[in-house]
């Protein structure tokens, strides 16, 4: 099973920003997913989470009203879009897949991840 994550780079304030994230090895429709951010100083923070029938998702406050945590199962891929983005946007982005039914908020229960992709917001 692997994760591979794209999209990340130097975006501008105010931008859309646009993750992917492309499993193999499985099919992604049985399953939940998440993006998690990794800043230095504060370690990894959930910022978004759906279950494998996306009829419940979870968006962190830092995010609630600008991000949209979608995915493509013909094509295996999750997504992570987020416009108007903030210099506070900026970290490591991981994609995660769980095995659970229930939507999982916090890391520790998923049970593969990404390599990551580094996100920069800057003017």
């Known amino acids: 099973v692997q994760l591979v994550e794209s999209g990340g780079g130097l975006v501008h304030p105010g931008d859309s920003l646009k993750l992917s994230c492309k499993l193999t090895g499985l099919p992604l429709e049985p399953y939940g997913f998440g993006w998690f951010r990794e800043v230095p100083g504060k370690g990894r923070e959930g910022i978004a989470a759906?279950?494998?029938?996306?009829?419940?998702?979870y968006y962190a406050d830092s995010v609630k009203g600008r991000a949209t945590i979608s995915r493509d199962n013909k094509n295996n891929t999750m997504y992570l879009l987020i416009d108007d983005v903030k210099p506070e946007d900026s970290g490591v982005y991981f994609c995660a897949l769980s095995f659970y039914h229930m939507l999982l908020t916090e890391g520790t229960k998923y049970a593969h991840w990404g390599q990551g992709t580094r996100v920069t917001v800057s003017s």
């Open positions: 759906t279950t494998y029938r996306d009829d419940d998702q």
